[in-house]
Each structure stands twice: as C-alpha cells, then as structure tokens.
T-cell receptor
Framework: GAVVSQHPSRVICKSGTSVKIECRSL??????MFWYRQFPKKSLMLMAT?????????EQGVEKDKFLINHASLTLSTLTVTSAHPEDSSFYIC??????????FGPGTRLTVT | GNSVTQMEGPVTLSEEAFLTINCTYT??????LFWYVQYPGEGLQLLLK?????DKGSNKGFEATYRKETTSFHLEKGSVQVSDSAVYFC????????????FGKGTLLTVNP
C-alpha cells in the first residue's frame, strides 16, 4: 500500500514554455502533499506544501508565480513550472502524507529545459 | 530549528560486510525519525521509522534505534548485498503541527561483489 505516482517521469521542453507535473496517491487519500526539488548528488529541497482545497505554502526563496501548485482533490496535486528556463532543469519529487503522518514519495520527474 | 546530520560518505563495502551509517539530530519536542533509501533515478522509499525513544525500526535486514540520550538514529545492517547500493537519507518529522520532514544530506552506499 501507500503508492504515489508521478507523471511524466521525464520531460524535455523548450525555454519559455510551461510544464505540468502530476502527483497522485493511488491507494490512500492525502490531505497534504509536498513538492521537492533535488539537485545532482544533493539532498531534497522542500519547495512547497500542498493542502487540498487551499493555497499551497511555499518555502522561502521559492517563487510561487513560477511554480504553480494545485491540490485539486485528496489524491491529486499538480506542479506547473511556468515560463521554464534551463536553470529550472532538475529532478522534481512529490510526496503524499498518510493519516499516520508518514510521507510516501513518488518516483520523481526529470525536467530538462533546452 | 530542526536539523539532521549524517555521515557524508561515500561508503564502499564488500558484499556481506557490516554497515553503519551514523545519523544525529537536533529537534525540539518529540520528533519521529525515518530512514529513506533512493535507488538511482528513482524517488525515495521509506525504509524504516521510529516514533518514540527506544523504538527500533527494522526492514529488509536494516535496523535503527531511536536514542534520545544521544539524539541518534544510526542505520545498521549485518550483511549488505550488492542490491543495497543506493543513497540513504536520515530524516525527522517534528512533533505536533510541525509536519515537515527535515533531511540529512544523504549517504551514498556502494556494495561491491
């Protein structure tokens, strides 16, 4: 149990375009989901906390107008990278929190902006 | 604030060797402690957890004991396998409404046949 999926697993886009990444909890409902960014050989950086039915809470230094988060249901959160630039290229990972406060992670999305 | 410090590695072992990855933490209140594993190109998987002092988390031959007196949660395995090669992250979740996970920097483990 406690499976989280992400789609797409890999995406390549041109500079200036927008990209949407989906995060789904497949077998449980998640009031809270999290979005992380991971740089090569680095730990995870929390970008924002996504709460179903309310606005996301962004960490300091994360541009909320650039990284749009929508938590439309108890099983789906989306991250949209708007007007992507090469420096946005990274590995984006989501997690969903169970009622027991355990976070289960998606497999990640590799974004490459050319 | 909360913080997690884990040995940086990389750690390289031969198959069947004993593994220890040290993890210490700083936190207010009564945090829950976790070990996550990340295989190449994948997301993180929860390996084990402990929610209170003296709890021992275990899974797939890995163990870690929540030591409040030393603020530690060291990961151990008696006999590693090549398939254990991955990055291991120690993490804590603060108590109460402090729901965020704080991660260590990760330790790369390579097990050679």
């Amino acid at each position: 149990g406690a499976v989280v999926s992400q789609h797409p697993s890999r995406v390549i886009c041109k500079s200036g375009t927008s990209v949407k990444i989906e995060c789904r909890s497949l077998d449980f409902q998640a009031t809270t989901m999290f979005w992380y960014r991971q740089f090569p050989k680095k730990s995870l950086m929390l970008m924002a906390t996504s709460n179903e039915g309310s606005k996301a809470t962004y960490e300091q230094g994360v541009e909320k107008d650039k990284f749009l988060i929508n938590h439309a249901s108890l099983t789906l959160s989306t991250l949209t990278v708007t007007s992507a630039h090469p420096e946005d290229s990274s590995f984006y990972i989501c997690s969903a929190e169970t009622s027991a406060y355990e976070q289960y992670f998606g497999p990640g999305t590799r974004l490459t902006v050319t | 604030g909360n913080s997690v410090t884990q040995m940086e590695g990389p750690v390289t072992l031969s198959e069947e060797a004993f593994l220890t990855i040290n993890c210490t933490y700083t936190a207010t209140g009564y945090p829950s402690l976790f070990w996550y594993v990340q295989y190449p190109g994948e997301g993180l998987q929860l390996l084990l957890k402990a929610t209170k002092a003296d709890d021992k988390g275990s899974n797939k031959g890995f163990e870690a004991t929540y030591r409040k007196e030393t603020t530690s949660f060291h990961l151990e395995k008696g006999s590693v396998q090549v398939s254990d090669s991955a990055v291991y992250f120690c993490a804590l979740r603060g108590g109460g409404s402090n729901y965020k996970l704080t991660f260590g920097k990760g330790t790369l483990l390579t097990v050679n046949p």
